[in-house]
T-cell receptor, first 115, second 113 residues
């Protein structure tokens, strides 16, 4: 079974530039999550999708971050414009149903460096 | 406020020694409890989970964890550590009907040969 795929693996940009990350969840997983993991901290949930609808985006900085999940499969997370404090690993995860009560499958993440 | 705490940032153990990683939570009821492991360059992997019932739960890779309600703790243990266990370990909780998974700050495990 293929895992959660993310790309790119690394990205380096300058502040005020834009960046986009892509995620392909495990086939059949209805729920998709984007987490932000700042160095030395645990992952923090940014947004949760159930199929192509947003379940929770309460911690997404909506003035600069956006995410979409077209057709309930792939998802993209965009930052525009980026700030220095956005430097982090962005993790995508999926689960079979809402919450999967905690049983999430994670991708390897995209490491973003904002200079 | 609801929270999950991992008091140890780093822990170093010798290969073959026993291991215990601490996790405490702050919540009015019993949450759902989890331990995840993150190896270098890899995504997080679920080690084990506790929902209810037997307070000692077994997980993958020889890990176990014990839920202690009186101490609001869910500590992870392994009787004999292998060099391949070197990684970062995250305690996580689901505290309400939103099913939002909240992670602690992690404990980095170093294994001495």
């Amino acid at each position: 079974e293929a895992g959660v795929a993310q790309s790119p693996r690394y990205k380096i940009i300058e502040k005020r530039q834009s960046v986009a990350f892509w995620c392909n969840p495990i086939s059949g997983h209805a729920t998709l999550y984007w987490y932000q993991q700042i160095l030395g901290q645990g992952p923090k949930l940014l947004i949760q999708f159930q199929n192509n609808g947003v379940v929770d985006d309460s911690q997404l900085p909506k003035d600069r971050f956006s995410a979409e999940r077209l057709k309930g499969v792939d998802s993209t997370l965009k930052i525009q414009p980026a700030k220095l404090e956005d430097s982090a690993v962005y993790l995508c995860a999926s689960s079979l149903e809402t919450g999967g009560i905690g049983k999430l499958f994670f991708g390897s993440g995209t490491q973003l460096s904002v200079l | 406020a609801q929270s999950v705490t991992q008091p140890d940032i780093h822990i170093t153990v010798s290969e073959g020694a026993s291991l215990e990683l601490r996790c405490n939570y702050s919540y009015g009821a019993t949450p759902y409890l989890f331990w995840y492991v993150q190896s270098p360059g890899q995504g997080l992997q679920l080690l084990l989970k506790y929902f209810s019932g037997d307070t000692l739960v077994q997980g993958i890779k020889g890990f176990e964890a014990e839920f202690k309600r009186s101490q609001s703790s869910f500590n992870l243990r392994k009787p004999s550590v292998h060099w391949s266990d070197a990684a970062e370990y995250f305690c996580a909780v689901v505290m309400d009907s939103s099913y939002k998974l909240i992670f602690g700050s992690g404990t980095r495990l170093l294994v001495r040969p």
